[in-house]
Structures are given as C-alpha cells and as structure tokens.
Nanobody, 126 residues
Framework: QVQLVESGGGLVQAGGSLRLSCAASGRTFSSYAMGWFRQAPGKEREFVASITASSIRTFYTDSVKGRFTISRDNAKNTVTLQMNSLKPEDTAVYFC???????????????????WGQGTQVTVSS
C-alpha cells in the first residue's frame, strides 16, 4: 500500500507563487516515476507534470511550461511542484500520483498512475 499526502496549497494572487509538496510512504518510492495532476470544478483531471524515478527526465503540459518545476528528493520520499507566475486558470485541486509500472516513458494518462493523494486546493485570484 502507498500513502501520498499533498500540502502547500492555498490562495494566491495572479502572478504569485506556491510550492506544493507530496510526501510518500509505504513503497519503494525511488523506483517509480511521480506525477502531478489537477482537477478544476466541472472538469476532468488533467496532467500537469511528471518526473522519472531518477529525476533524469521531466515532462510538463504545455500550459505550465516555463512556470512550473517538478523535482523530487528520493532520500526524503518527497516530490515537489514549484509554481510561479500563477494564473487564475491554474485554480484547481492538485494531486500527486505514483506511476503504475517501473519503466516510465512520459505517459500523461490518469489511468496509468496507480496511487493518488487526497489533493490540495490551489486558488489563484485575478
């Protein structure tokens, strides 16, 4: 079993920054890719960013490239999403997730991620 706990969400003005963290336990964290997803009210959950197990590669959805940065610390079993230049359209509940297989080639599909946290709310005011 895997437990993921997100933190760091909140209310911020447009142009501001937030840093989300996800603490993982219960599995060999360092062996699996991790991802961040978000879900706005009335919309489907969507991919935001991901990082391979060794941090060699990162992936981003186009709308956050250049603004968000994903990183991980395998010694501390944490994955972080630094969000800068936030926009109102970034408002959503943000979830971290563990990829469901040992080899990761950059999938952005929700169904390919096996374990999920409970989410943290990010609200960006205009």
């Amino acid at each position: 079993q895997v437990q993921l706990v997100e933190s760091g969400g909140g209310l911020v003005q447009a142009g501001g920054s937030l840093r989300l963290s996800c603490a993982a336990s219960g599995r060999t964290f360092s062996s699996y890719a991790m991802g961040w997803f978000r879900q706005a009210p009335g919309k489907e959950r969507e991919f935001v960013a991901s990082i391979t197990a060794s941090s060699i590669r990162t992936f981003y959805t186009d709308s956050v490239k250049g603004r968000f940065t994903i990183s991980r610390d395998n010694a501390k079993n944490t994955v972080t999403l630094q969000m800068n230049s936030l926009k109102p359209e970034d408002t959503a509940v943000y979830f971290c997730a563990v990829y469901g297989a040992s080899y990761y080639s950059g999938s952005s599909q929700v169904r390919d991620f096996r374990f999920w946290g409970q989410g943290t709310q990010v609200t960006v005011s205009s």
